[in-house]
T-cell receptor
Framework: AQSVTQLDSHVSVSEGTPVLLRCNYS??????LFWYVQHPNKGLQLLLKYTSAATLVKGINGFEAEFKKSETSFHLTKPSAHMSDAAEYFC????????????FGAGTRLFVKA | KAGVTQTPRYLIKTRGQQVTLSCSPISGHRSVSWYQQTPGQGLQFLFE???????NKGNFPGRFSGRQFSNSRSEMNVSTLELGDSALYLC??????????????FGPGTRLLVL
């Protein structure tokens, strides 16, 4: 069975410092992995996705994530935080066996201090 | 291209009533998935429709049902509402190939409050 664990429910950083949001997953198949961001009162927006083409995935707004199969991790990073990055971030695993089966992590709320 | 739209955006109902939520996918997308988001349970997959057929289903009681029309628009129905059904209901559309790589595009959600 697939599962996703976001290791931190809250992360606080200062503007201009690096961001690290941690995600571990388990899957019986070769899954796809995604990171989505949700700003207050807005829908979910795709940041990036891993589909086995390359282990380092670059996304929008300077975010990137590295797929590490040996560690079953898919951590999200950004070199320099911006105030507009404050939001909730979701790590997602999809196995899609004949359809669309998607598991969301519990979310990590990112706070960015001025 | 217009994004995923959901109507209504906000809804207040009382226990025991039923409710219907609507989702219009991005043009050309044939798959529509529904999710429930609550502070306690997070985001949970309800079901996915493709070509007017339910293709996948999450672990929700039979009070939650849905359908998809020939134009790919989808509706979700919840009967005999309970207080615990208060949530943000999100709809997502995708092309529908059914592959793991497919990206879902989310609507803004319908916020349902059950009193």
């Amino acid at each position: 069975a697939q599962s996703v664990t976001q290791l931190d429910s809250h992360v606080s950083v200062s503007e201009g410092t690096p961001v690290l949001l941690r995600c571990n997953y388990s899957s019986s198949y070769s899954p796809s992995l995604f990171w989505y961001v949700q700003h207050p009162n807005k829908g979910l927006q795709l940041l990036l996705k891993y589909t086995s083409a390359a282990t380092l995935v670059k996304g929008i707004n300077g975010f990137e994530a590295e797929f590490k199969k040996s560690e079953t991790s898919f951590h999200l990073t950004k070199p320099s935080a911006h105030m507009s990055d404050a939001a909730e971030y979701f790590c997602v695993v999809s196995e899609g066996t004949g359809g669309f089966k998607t598991i969301f992590g519990a979310g990590t709320r990112l706070f960015v201090k001025a | 291209k217009a994004g995923v739209t959901q109507t209504p955006r906000y809804l207040i109902k009382t226990r025991g009533q039923q409710v219907t939520l609507s989702c219009s996918p991005i043009s050309g997308h044939r798959s529509v998935s529904w999710y429930q988001q609550t502070p306690g349970q997070g985001l949970q997959f309800l079901f996915e429709y493709f070509s007017e057929t339910q293709r996948n289903k999450g672990n929700f009681p039979g009070r939650f049902s849905g359908r998809q029309f020939s134009n790919s628009r989808s509706e979700m129905n919840v009967s005999t509402l309970e207080l615990g059904d208060s949530a943000l209901y999100l709809c997502a559309s995708s092309l529908g190939a059914g592959t793991v790589q497919e990206t879902q595009y989310f609507g803004p959600g319908t916020r349902l409050l059950v009193l």
